[in-house]
């Protein structure tokens, strides 16, 4: 079994299929993974020109289904490693492997606002690609220095007259391309050493404006916005196998060598476990990976 329908459980589907071992792969909440979220992937090798990230890993999922592999949604309630084959709980049922592949990836990290959690889909957003095109002409912001924050403000500017790019630091973790481009673009303004406070307004149920807060300062000011896009980070999908798996203090999956778990017979892929790359491609490379090391179990057991 395969967790995970992102660029490194569709990588490892193809190669587990390809040798037989009848994968089944769950599609967890975000099918497709952070791929199916972006936008143009122009730095996947063979792709000269570009691929979009949905076109790529779908591609991905019928290139594995044409080798045989099967794909189920559900989301992993509970499971059982202490002993092969290994158990676990999808939306109730129960399935058994004999090796499992974990590449459950990570979804994104909330700044935690009061407000945040009840505006979500009503102007707060993690996801420019999926929401952008409803804020043609309007006002929008984007929190994060990384290159995700880089990446979902330049293509907000597609559609909104200003997008505003508040980070809490001077300096950016965003790669020099990245920010060179968002800094080129005459519809970004940036604020730096900024904070977001709180959105408002609940009670109209849209987003109309935000607090913030000058962190040099501590100058507080509100701002008219119609569309908030939240862009700091992941968090690792590893709870159904805390306690099992070996995972660092943010929960990303510890290697144990390879594509190895502490666990013989469980491995991992892509940004479950990877906190230092997180690329589409090495995520491929790691699904690879983990599916080699499954082929090569099974097979000195007589599978
Ligand atoms: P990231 O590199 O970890 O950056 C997260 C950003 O959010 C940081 O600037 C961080 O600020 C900020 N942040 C975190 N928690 C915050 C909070 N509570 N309040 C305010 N700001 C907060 O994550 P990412 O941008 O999602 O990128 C992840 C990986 O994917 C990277 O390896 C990146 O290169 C890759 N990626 C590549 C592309 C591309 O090449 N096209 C596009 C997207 C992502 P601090 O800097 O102060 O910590």
Sequence with gaps: MIIGS?????????YAARANLKPLVVIGHEPGGQLSITSLVEN???FPKGIDGPELVENMKTQAEAFG????????????????PFRLNIDGVWHETRTLIIASGASARWLGLPNEQKLIGHGVSSCATCDGA??????????????????EAIFLTRFASQVTLVHRREHFRASKIMLDRARHNPKIRFLN???????????????????????????????????????IGHIPNTKPFKGQIDLDQ???????????????????????????????ITAAGAGCMAAIEAERLLESEGH
């Design 250 to 280: 943010e929960g990303y999956i510890v290697s144990h060598g390879g594509a190895r778990t502490n666990i013989p017979g469980v491995f991992h892929a892509g940004d479950v476990q990877d906190r230092t790359y997180r690329q589409a």
């Design 134 to 151: 409803f804020y043609k002409n309007q006002k929008v912001m984007v929190v994060g220095g990384g290159d995700s924050a880089m990446e």
């Design 69 to 84: 592999a099967e794909y189920v949604y559900g989301s992993v309630e509970e499971a059982d490693l202490s002993k092969r």
């Design 44 to 46: 996947f090798p063979g």
């Design 193 to 231: 050493n900024t904070v977001v406070e709180d959105v408002f307004d609940v009670a109209s149920k849209c987003v109309k404006s935000v607090r913030l807060k000058n962190v040099e300062t501590g100058q507080t000011w509100d701002e008219d916005v119609d569309g908030f896009f939240v862009a």
């Design 6 to 14: 992102g660029c490194a459980g569709n990588t490892a589907a193809i």
